[in-house]
T-cell receptor
Protein backbone atom coordinates (compact mmCIF):
# COMPACT_ATOMS: atom_id res chain seq x y z
CA UNK A 1 0.00 0.00 0.00
CA UNK A 2 1.28 3.44 -0.91
CA UNK A 3 1.68 5.54 2.23
CA UNK A 4 1.37 8.99 0.62
CA UNK A 5 -0.24 9.06 -2.79
CA UNK A 6 -0.69 11.98 -5.14
CA UNK A 7 -2.66 12.32 -8.33
CA UNK A 8 -2.01 13.08 -11.07
CA UNK A 9 1.65 12.16 -11.35
CA UNK A 10 2.07 14.12 -14.59
CA UNK A 11 0.10 17.15 -15.68
CA UNK A 12 0.62 19.32 -18.75
CA UNK A 13 -1.67 22.31 -19.04
CA UNK A 14 -1.93 25.70 -20.67
CA UNK A 15 -1.31 29.05 -19.07
CA UNK A 16 -4.38 30.51 -17.45
CA UNK A 17 -5.98 27.18 -16.62
CA UNK A 18 -7.02 26.05 -13.13
CA UNK A 19 -5.83 22.67 -11.91
CA UNK A 20 -5.86 20.57 -8.75
CA UNK A 21 -3.49 18.00 -7.31
CA UNK A 22 -4.89 15.54 -4.81
CA UNK A 23 -3.05 13.92 -1.94
CA UNK A 24 -4.01 11.17 0.46
CA UNK A 25 -2.06 9.48 3.23
CA UNK A 26 -2.95 6.21 4.93
CA UNK A 27 -0.39 6.50 7.73
CA UNK A 28 -2.78 7.99 10.24
CA UNK A 29 -0.62 11.11 10.46
CA UNK A 30 -1.98 14.39 11.76
CA UNK A 31 0.22 16.72 9.72
CA UNK A 32 0.40 17.11 5.96
CA UNK A 33 2.49 19.36 3.74
CA UNK A 34 2.92 20.64 0.23
CA UNK A 35 6.45 21.24 -1.05
CA UNK A 36 7.52 22.69 -4.38
CA UNK A 37 10.69 21.60 -6.17
CA UNK A 38 11.77 24.03 -8.85
CA UNK A 39 13.89 23.44 -11.95
CA UNK A 40 17.06 23.82 -9.88
CA UNK A 41 15.76 21.07 -7.60
CA UNK A 42 15.41 23.37 -4.63
CA UNK A 43 12.71 22.10 -2.25
CA UNK A 44 10.63 24.66 -0.45
CA UNK A 45 7.68 24.36 1.92
CA UNK A 46 4.43 25.89 0.71
CA UNK A 47 1.80 24.85 3.23
CA UNK A 48 1.30 22.65 6.23
CA UNK A 49 -1.90 21.45 7.87
CA UNK A 50 -2.32 19.81 11.24
CA UNK A 51 -5.66 18.07 11.79
CA UNK A 52 -7.24 20.11 8.97
CA UNK A 53 -5.93 23.39 10.41
CA UNK A 54 -3.48 25.52 8.44
CA UNK A 55 -0.29 25.96 10.47
CA UNK A 56 2.28 26.98 7.87
CA UNK A 57 1.56 29.31 4.99
CA UNK A 58 4.75 30.47 3.35
CA UNK A 59 4.94 33.35 0.91
CA UNK A 60 3.02 31.74 -1.91
CA UNK A 61 0.84 33.54 -4.48
CA UNK A 62 -2.81 33.44 -3.47
CA UNK A 63 -3.49 31.59 -6.71
CA UNK A 64 -2.44 28.55 -4.70
CA UNK A 65 -5.08 27.33 -2.29
CA UNK A 66 -4.76 24.22 -0.17
CA UNK A 67 -7.82 22.37 1.05
CA UNK A 68 -7.96 19.70 3.73
CA UNK A 69 -11.34 17.99 3.91
CA UNK A 70 -10.04 15.62 6.59
CA UNK A 71 -6.69 14.88 8.15
CA UNK A 72 -5.91 12.15 5.60
CA UNK A 73 -6.31 14.44 2.60
CA UNK A 74 -4.64 17.66 1.51
CA UNK A 75 -5.40 18.93 -1.97
CA UNK A 76 -3.72 21.76 -3.81
CA UNK A 77 -5.68 23.95 -6.17
CA UNK A 78 -3.91 26.37 -8.49
CA UNK A 79 -5.75 29.13 -10.32
CA UNK A 80 -4.61 31.00 -13.44
CA UNK A 81 -1.53 28.89 -13.98
CA UNK A 82 1.66 30.65 -15.05
CA UNK A 83 4.81 29.36 -16.73
CA UNK A 84 6.72 29.79 -13.47
CA UNK A 85 4.41 27.35 -11.74
CA UNK A 86 6.05 24.50 -13.66
CA UNK A 87 7.66 22.33 -11.00
CA UNK A 88 7.39 19.08 -9.13
CA UNK A 89 4.94 19.33 -6.24
CA UNK A 90 5.39 16.96 -3.34
CA UNK A 91 2.81 16.08 -0.77
CA UNK A 92 4.12 14.78 2.54
CA UNK A 93 2.94 13.80 5.98
CA UNK A 94 4.32 13.34 9.47
CA UNK A 95 3.19 12.50 12.94
CA UNK A 96 4.38 15.00 15.54
CA UNK A 97 5.98 13.41 18.59
CA UNK A 98 6.09 9.99 16.98
CA UNK A 99 8.93 7.60 17.71
CA UNK A 100 10.41 8.39 14.31
CA UNK A 101 11.14 11.91 15.45
CA UNK A 102 8.78 13.81 13.21
CA UNK A 103 10.07 12.06 10.11
CA UNK A 104 8.36 13.39 7.02
CA UNK A 105 7.18 10.88 4.43
CA UNK A 106 6.85 12.05 0.85
CA UNK A 107 4.57 11.14 -2.00
CA UNK A 108 6.05 10.42 -5.41
CA UNK A 109 5.57 13.95 -6.65
CA UNK A 110 3.33 15.55 -9.26
CA UNK A 111 5.16 16.93 -12.28
CA UNK A 112 3.34 20.03 -13.46
CA UNK A 113 4.28 21.58 -16.79
CA UNK A 114 2.62 24.82 -17.85
CA UNK A 115 2.86 25.61 -21.57
CA UNK B 1 15.20 31.18 10.73
CA UNK B 2 16.89 27.87 10.20
CA UNK B 3 19.18 27.50 7.20
CA UNK B 4 20.82 24.41 5.78
CA UNK B 5 23.95 24.62 3.64
CA UNK B 6 25.36 21.93 1.40
CA UNK B 7 28.61 23.26 0.00
CA UNK B 8 29.23 20.51 -2.57
CA UNK B 9 26.90 20.84 -5.57
CA UNK B 10 28.38 17.76 -7.26
CA UNK B 11 30.53 14.84 -6.20
CA UNK B 12 31.80 11.71 -7.82
CA UNK B 13 33.03 8.44 -6.32
CA UNK B 14 34.08 5.10 -7.69
CA UNK B 15 32.14 1.99 -6.92
CA UNK B 16 33.13 0.34 -3.62
CA UNK B 17 34.81 3.52 -2.37
CA UNK B 18 33.69 5.75 0.49
CA UNK B 19 32.36 9.26 0.07
CA UNK B 20 31.35 11.96 2.55
CA UNK B 21 28.73 14.61 1.84
CA UNK B 22 28.86 17.79 3.90
CA UNK B 23 26.03 19.67 5.55
CA UNK B 24 25.98 22.57 7.98
CA UNK B 25 22.99 24.27 9.52
CA UNK B 26 22.15 27.28 11.57
CA UNK B 27 19.61 27.32 14.38
CA UNK B 28 18.98 28.70 17.83
CA UNK B 29 16.88 25.69 18.83
CA UNK B 30 18.28 23.31 21.43
CA UNK B 31 16.48 20.25 20.19
CA UNK B 32 15.80 19.40 16.60
CA UNK B 33 15.97 16.66 13.99
CA UNK B 34 18.29 16.24 11.03
CA UNK B 35 17.75 14.06 7.98
CA UNK B 36 19.39 12.97 4.79
CA UNK B 37 17.07 12.25 1.87
CA UNK B 38 18.02 10.63 -1.40
CA UNK B 39 16.34 11.63 -4.65
CA UNK B 40 17.09 9.40 -7.65
CA UNK B 41 16.16 10.48 -11.20
CA UNK B 42 12.61 9.23 -10.58
CA UNK B 43 12.35 12.21 -8.18
CA UNK B 44 11.03 10.06 -5.34
CA UNK B 45 12.20 11.36 -1.94
CA UNK B 46 13.70 8.50 0.03
CA UNK B 47 14.69 8.84 3.66
CA UNK B 48 18.28 7.68 4.13
CA UNK B 49 18.98 8.43 7.77
CA UNK B 50 17.83 10.62 10.64
CA UNK B 51 19.44 12.04 13.75
CA UNK B 52 17.90 13.57 16.87
CA UNK B 53 19.97 16.44 18.22
CA UNK B 54 19.74 15.33 21.84
CA UNK B 55 21.29 11.97 20.98
CA UNK B 56 25.07 12.15 20.97
CA UNK B 57 25.51 8.82 19.24
CA UNK B 58 25.85 9.09 15.48
CA UNK B 59 23.08 7.37 13.51
CA UNK B 60 23.93 4.43 11.26
CA UNK B 61 21.86 2.63 8.63
CA UNK B 62 23.75 -0.17 6.93
CA UNK B 63 26.29 1.51 4.60
CA UNK B 64 25.14 5.00 5.59
CA UNK B 65 26.36 6.81 8.67
CA UNK B 66 26.48 10.37 9.89
CA UNK B 67 29.04 12.48 11.69
CA UNK B 68 26.96 14.78 13.86
CA UNK B 69 28.90 17.62 15.47
CA UNK B 70 26.34 19.63 17.41
CA UNK B 71 28.67 22.38 18.56
CA UNK B 72 29.90 22.92 15.02
CA UNK B 73 26.35 22.52 13.63
CA UNK B 74 27.63 19.99 11.16
CA UNK B 75 25.86 16.86 9.90
CA UNK B 76 27.82 14.98 7.24
CA UNK B 77 26.77 11.75 5.53
CA UNK B 78 29.24 8.97 4.88
CA UNK B 79 28.44 6.35 2.28
CA UNK B 80 30.63 3.27 2.50
CA UNK B 81 31.10 0.68 -0.24
CA UNK B 82 29.39 2.95 -2.77
CA UNK B 83 27.09 1.25 -5.25
CA UNK B 84 25.88 2.36 -8.67
CA UNK B 85 22.37 2.62 -7.22
CA UNK B 86 23.58 5.31 -4.85
CA UNK B 87 23.75 7.73 -7.77
CA UNK B 88 21.23 10.42 -6.85
CA UNK B 89 20.69 13.87 -5.46
CA UNK B 90 21.18 13.96 -1.69
CA UNK B 91 19.42 16.52 0.45
CA UNK B 92 20.26 17.44 4.00
CA UNK B 93 17.24 18.67 5.96
CA UNK B 94 16.44 20.19 9.34
CA UNK B 95 13.30 20.51 11.40
CA UNK B 96 12.77 21.92 14.86
CA UNK B 97 10.01 19.40 15.41
CA UNK B 98 6.20 19.42 15.56
CA UNK B 99 4.65 22.44 13.90
CA UNK B 100 7.81 23.25 11.97
CA UNK B 101 8.51 22.55 8.32
CA UNK B 102 11.44 20.60 7.00
CA UNK B 103 14.09 23.01 5.65
CA UNK B 104 16.28 21.60 2.91
CA UNK B 105 19.75 22.35 1.66
CA UNK B 106 20.25 22.83 -2.07
CA UNK B 107 21.41 19.26 -2.52
CA UNK B 108 24.52 17.41 -3.61
CA UNK B 109 24.44 15.46 -6.84
CA UNK B 110 26.38 12.23 -6.32
CA UNK B 111 27.59 10.13 -9.23
CA UNK B 112 28.92 6.65 -8.58
CA UNK B 113 31.11 5.40 -11.41
CA UNK B 114 32.11 1.82 -12.24
Amino acid sequence: DTAVSQTPKYLVTQMGNDKSIKCEQNLGHDTMYWYKQDSKKFLKIMFSYNNKELIINETVPNRFSPKSPDKAHLNLHINSLELGDSAVYFCASSQPRDRAGNTIYFGEGSWLTVV
Amino acid sequence: AQTVTQSQPEMSVQEAETVTLSCTYDTSESNYYLFWYKQPPSRQMILVIRQEAYKQQNATENRFSVNFQKAAKSFSLKISDSQLGDTAMYFCAFTAGPGYALNFGKGTSLLVTP
